[in-house]
Structure formats: C-alpha cells, structure tokens
C-alpha cells in the first residue's frame, strides 16, 4: 500500500489506485500526484482495508491474484460511500458489465492524458452532485422561512439573506458546470448512473 501526495495534499480529491502490476501501480500513482491524493493497494485485501469515505475516486483492475476487481468494486458499492469508480483494466467489456456498478470503464493500455482526464471527469461529477444536494437543502429552507415568516421579518433577517445569497451562487456555479460538462456526463448526472 502506498501514499503519493504533493503540497496541500488535504485539499486535494482523494483517488485509490487498485493495481497488482507494481509498474502500473506506481506510473498511475505518478501521473495523478499533481493534482490528486494517490493511496495505492496491491490487491483486493489491502484495497478494501483502506477504503473508506476519504476516497472520492477508485481506478479498479478487474483482473487480480486474490480476488476480482468485480468482487472488489460489489464491495465497496455495498458500503454505500458516494464514491466514482472506474474500471481500468485488460480484460475488454462484454455483457457481463451491465450490472456492474462502475461509473467508466478504460482499458489498457492507457496513456497520462487519457488517465487524468478520466479522474478530472469523475471528480467533477462527485462535486456536480455535492452541489446539487447543497442546493436542494438551501432551497428547502428558502421555501420553509418564506411559508412561516412574514415579508418583513425576512426583510430583516440576515440569516434569509445569506440563504439567498448562497442559493444565487449555488445557482450560478451549477449552471457553469453543467455547460463544462460533456452530453455524455450531463446524461450520466441526470440519469444518476
């Protein structure tokens, strides 16, 4: 198991590299450094020991000596972290992916480009969600003071203003991520999956 991280590696996204080729593990841990906290596990064991809810993205071999990434990634869907995970693997897809629970699917070989961008996506579609939750809950409590407070008591309220203000900006912020995002990910947020 290993840890890459850069400076300010605390506010960086979280992203467990689930490699048993030692080569392969330590490239994508390098490749991602940057931008990324890179936790590595080896294998199956040590992948579902440091998983937890700090991970925000996990890249899963689905071939591994000790247990199948399908296995792996039915565990860790089971936990119920709102977590992304790709897939990146050697073993091309047939039908037997439909109904498992990964949000992409890259095979190999895979280049820097093509790996970060993939992360970027994902990592983008956790706070897509995030932020859309946040605004759901603001609105709610737009709408709660609005009913049982009269005009001039949320005239004065600083709290109400600053509700507001959140919502303009949640607003705004949401609107730009959704003209960032692809057709293809737009339809995966919508759609949830």
């Not at 841990?29 to 996990?58: C, K, M, P, Q, Y």
């Not at 629970?101 to 897509?128: H, I």
């Amino acid at each position: 198991m290993g840890r890459w991280s850069g400076m300010n590696s605390a506010d960086k996204p979280t992203v467990l590299v689930v490699e048993d080729n030692e080569r392969l593990r330590e490239l994508y841990g390098r490749w991602l450094s940057e931008a990324h906290r890179v936790v590595t596990a080896r294998n199956a064991t040590e992948a579902l020991d440091v998983f937890d809810d700090s991970i925000d993205v996990v890249l899963l071999d689905r071939r591994m000596p000790d247990a199948p990434g399908d296995d792996v990634l039915a565990g860790m869907r089971s936990s119920e972290t709102d977590v992304r995970i790709a897939m990146v693997t050697a073993v091309e897809p047939t039908d037997d992916v439909v109904d498992l629970g990964f949000d992409e699917y890259l095979c190999k070989p895979v280049d820097a480009e093509t790996l970060r961008a993939l992360v970027a996506r994902l990592v983008q579609r956790a706070e897509f969600g995030t932020r859309v939750n946040r605004q759901f809950v603001v609105a709610r409590k737009i709408a709660l003071l609005e009913k049982y407070m009269t005009d001039a008591e949320l005239e004065s309220s600083e709290a109400y203003e600053e509700l507001r203000r959140e919502y303009d900006d949640l607003n705004t912020d949401l609107v730009d991520t959704v003209d960032d995002l692809s057709h293809e990910d737009l339809g995966v947020v919508i759609a949830g999956h």
